[in-house]
């Protein structure tokens, strides 16, 4: 199935004011920023330097990655884009031998590239879907500054949540593998991920705080959180009224569920993260 509803999403053009359709529009970068949001909330930061990622600051722009089969599809209806066959795409099309580092030989094959290379992800928090119904408007709120690990096809790799309010007080939360496109070269330092305070609380509580209310905004956690079996991650949640986001006083529970094929991290590879790290 194609990626767009229509082809005049991606093709559409004019030639001396008469309605065209062109391949070289629809690889035009804007095409795609259109409907994916988030990339553009990432552009926008390295445009203000406030991130520096290492393929689009060197100018790379979708379409060097992408495939256009990808885009139009190949005849087969895939449930998502995280199905095995769905994309093409991937870190070693280009980076076909890993530099002989530590962290790859203790690795090896258990992580994706994601799981150490993507910096960050930009997480869509408290969509609002009482207002989508009404207005056909999205309305959250952006998170950013944290990254997820996940369980996907036999390998750890980056993810992120997704949570909802409908219904005044109902809650939704979803994790998913994800893969965000801040991605920098050298990878995260061995201490990111193992014996953090994060670890540590998550395996002696059970439990961890990720967002919460602080002067009447929403905002989260920094750094890596794994996303581990039986682990509760608590999360605040907010109202939209008359254009304002409003602290819900008694959420319900929020309903759970990991899709786009990804699994919590075992109990045995959170044993693994609580190692601490041998200084050399």
Known sequence: KCHAETCDRCHKTEVNGIPAYSVKQAKFMENCLNCHKREKTLLELI??????????????????????????????RYVSMREKGA???KCENCHQERPATISHKIHKDKLDCTACHVHQVITCANCHMDTEVKTA??????????VFLINYNGKVVSGNIQTFVVNKNQTFII???YFSHDVIKPGRNCEDCHGTDVVKQIDKR????IT???NGTLANIKGVIPIVEGVKYKNAYMDYVDGKWIPLENPEEPLQ??????EPLTKQQLKKLLLPVKKR
């Open 47 to 76: 445009k203000k330097g406030e991130i520096q990622e290492v393929h689009f600051s060197k100018g790379m722009e979708c379409m060097n990655c992408h495939t256009a089969r990808e885009i139009h599809g190949d005849g087969k």
């Open 87 to 89: 994309m093409e795409t």
């Open 137 to 146: 408007k999205r309305i959250s709120i952006p998170l950013r500054n944290w």
């Open 175 to 177: 994790y998913a593998p």
């Open 206 to 209: 059970g439990e961890i705080e």
């Open 212 to 214: 919460y209310v602080e």
């Open 257 to 262: 569920q990991f899709v786009a094929f990804g």
